[in-house]
């Protein structure tokens, strides 16, 4: 089901997925210092292989390790960077269906020059390479994840009196750890954004408006920032990008339709295919897609994965075909509409719900494209 036999495919998926309990209870034991580090990754090992084999089950051919490693989609990798500090907690409101919900993400400061002295993902990408026969697909933040939440404020002035020299090293630390995944066999690569999504909230634009920066500058400046951030990256290396409109136990941040991004998200970024939410109301209708330019891939979040209940293949049908009124059919593709799991806690339904959607995908896909 694959465009050209490489990604992103006809059936694909976000990324991150609900984390098990045999790894919840060892991260748990890590936290009190009951096992060591080794010890928790052995856990991590068999719960990756395991979650790698179901994934295979239901016929995908991107294979994630389900981001099992990780605590928070953005907060691990990026607190790997030299120069990164987590200072506290952002307080940020989620909604969902039964209300308003608190919670609290590390807050991530730039105290000092940033720099890459160190591999972040290569091994566990290698371990995912060893354990895979489809596609490894590695998922890590966009680099604009350490600049939105706090905007300038965040950035030492001390450190970078120049923002433009901030920007520079960031982007240079990208594609150092970019360059080492290549080498290691990386052919498929995945930023998670929820930046350029949340600027399409009316409310989140009047935030950053409040918070010393212009919703209108951004996306160009976001687009610069990815831009060089894979420049170097291998030929044989697809790049994706997925936009999120925030993603903790079912809820979520940002409402709003992408024609504020549109044209710049389309046209600007130098990537392969654009992971867009669209399984509800909140992310607006599928005009916005007329800006795609050929040669770039869409795929379309149809399938929550916020709730358990599966959604009729008649219904994504019609929906993939609402959507190629604005863009080639042949340059769409299907998927959950985010992950189910960008934090550690996971989303309201059980892997049984998970691995149904999963299916859906696949299935819905090859009866779509053949």
Not at 15 to 24: E, K
Not at 76 to 93: I, P
Request: aromatic share 8%; net charge negative; with cysteine.
């Amino acid at each position: 089901m694959a465009t050209n036999g490489k990604p992103p495919f006809r059936a694909d998926h976000v990324g991150s997925l609900l984390r098990p309990q045999s790894v919840l209870d060892a991260r748990a034991q890590r936290k009190r210092g009951e096992i060591s580090a080794e010890d928790l990754r052995e856990v991590e090992d068999a719960a990756i292989a395991d979650i790698i084999a179901k994934q295979e089950e239901t016929g995908l051919e991107a294979i994630t390790d389900g981001e099992f490693r990780r605590e928070m989609f953005h907060v691990d990798f990026l607190q790997n960077l030299n120069g990164v500090a987590v200072t506290g907690g952002l307080a940020v409101k989620f909604r969902s269906n039964e209300g308003e919900r608190e919670f609290a993400p590390p807050k991530l400061e730039v105290v000092g020059r940033i720099e890459r002295t160190r591999e972040i993902a290569v091994s566990d990408f290698a371990f995912l390479k060893g354990k895979v026969g489809k596609t490894p697909k590695l998922c890590i933040p966009s680099p604009t994840m350490l600049h939105f939440r706090t905007g300038r404020k965040g950035i030492s002035k001390d450190v970078y009196p120049d923002i433009e020299d901030f920007f520079s090293d960031l982007a240079r630390a990208y594609r150092e750890e970019i360059a080492a995944l290549g080498k290691a066999g990386c052919t498929y690569l995945q930023l998670d954004d929820t930046n350029l999504a949340y600027l399409c909230d009316p409310a989140m634009r009047e935030r950053t408006r409040a918070m010393g920066e212009d919703p209108d500058k951004l996306p160009k400046l976001y687009a610069r920032i990815i831009n060089d951030a894979i420049a170097s990256r291998p030929d044989t290396m697809t790049v994706c990008i997925h936009l999120c409109r925030g993603n903790f136990r079912s809820s979520w941040v940002a409402e709003g339709g992408y024609e504020p991004v549109a044209e710049v998200l389309l046209n600007e970024l130098d990537i392969d295919g654009y992971f867009l939410e669209y399984d509800d109301e909140r992310s607006g209708d599928f005009a916005p897609l007329r800006f795609t330019p050929k040669g770039k891939m869409v795929v379309l979040g149809l399938v929550t994965s916020k709730l358990p209940e599966l959604e009729a293949k008649d219904d994504l049908k019609q929906r993939i075909e609402e959507a190629a009124q604005y863009v080639d059919g042949d340059q769409l593709a299907l998927s959950p509409q985010c992950g189910f799991s960008s934090t550690v806690h996971g989303n309201e339904l059980t892997e049984a719900d998970e691995m149904a959607k999963l299916r859906l995908v696949v299935e819905t896909a090859r009866e779509v494209w053949g």
